[in-house]
T-cell receptor, first 118, second 112 residues
Framework: GAVVSQHPSWVICKSGTSVKIECRSL??????MFWYRQFPKQSLMLMAT?????????EQGVEKDKFLINHASLTLSTLTVTSAHPEDSSFYIC??????????????FGPGTRLTVL | QKEVEQDPGPLSVPEGAIVSLNCTYS??????FMWYRQYSRKGPELLMY????GNKEDGRFTAQVDKSSKYISLFIRDSQPSDSATYLC????????????FGAGTRLFVKA
């Protein structure tokens, strides 16, 4: 159980275009989804936290107008990188949790999406 | 000072060795402690989950939490080349929001 999928797994795009990444919880309802960014040989950097049906909470330094997050259902969240530039090239990983607001629960990670902006 | 400190390694051991991976932390509010394994270009996968202090064993893996010292460990017995990966510790608690904080990850190489 607790499987999270991401699509696409790998994407190459031209500078200035937008890219959408999907994150799905396949066998549980995810009240909270997280989006991370990871540079080579570095740890996970939390970008934003999203709860189903409400606006995402972005971490300091993350541009909410550039990284659009939508969490429209309990099984799907999307991250759209708008007007992508080469410096946005990175490994983007989502995770999902079934926790409520009163306690924490484990995060289950997707396999990641490698974005390369030319 | 980072909330969670983890030596990035790399750590190289021969096959069959006992591996000890560690993290220290500064926030005494942390109550939930996790270890994740991440293979290259893959998402992290949960290995161990522990609440509060104590030990937890699962096959070749043992997680230890010492809240008095703010120190957690992951032991891998009879290490195998397939254990070669990056191991991330993570922790959370009622720190004014249940945000999970990750360590930097330790890269482990198990040589055949």
């Amino acid at each position: 159980g607790a499987v999270v999928s991401q699509h696409p797994s790998w994407v190459i795009c031209k500078s200035g275009t937008s890219v959408k990444i999907e994150c799905r919880s396949l066998d549980f309802q995810a009240t909270t989804m997280f989006w991370y960014r990871q540079f080579p040989k570095q740890s996970l950097m939390l970008m934003a936290t999203s709860n189903e049906g409400s606006k995402a909470t972005y971490e300091q330094g993350v541009e909410k107008d550039k990284f659009l997050i939508n969490h429209a259902s309990l099984t799907l969240s999307t991250l759209t990188v708008t007007s992508a530039h080469p410096e946005d090239s990175s490994f983007y990983i989502c995770s999902a949790s079934s926790s409520g607001t009163s306690r924490t629960d484990t995060q289950y990670f997707g396999p990641g999406t490698r974005l390369t902006v030319l | 000072q980072k909330e969670v400190e983890q030596d990035p390694g790399p750590l190289s051991v021969p096959e069959g060795a006992i591996v000890s991976l560690n993290c220290t932390y500064s926030n005494s509010a942390f109550q939930y402690f996790m270890w994740y394994r991440q293979y290259s270009r893959k998402g992290p996968e949960l290995l161990m989950y522990t609440y509060s202090s104590g030990n937890k064993e699962d096959g070749r893996f043992t997680a230890q939490v010492d809240k008095s010292s703010k120190y957690i460990s992951l032991f891998i017995r009879d290490s195998q080349p397939s254990d070669s990966a990056t191991y991330l510790c993570a922790m959370s608690g009622n720190t004014g929001g249940f945000k999970t904080i990750f360590g930097a990850g330790t890269r482990l190489f198990v040589k055949a």
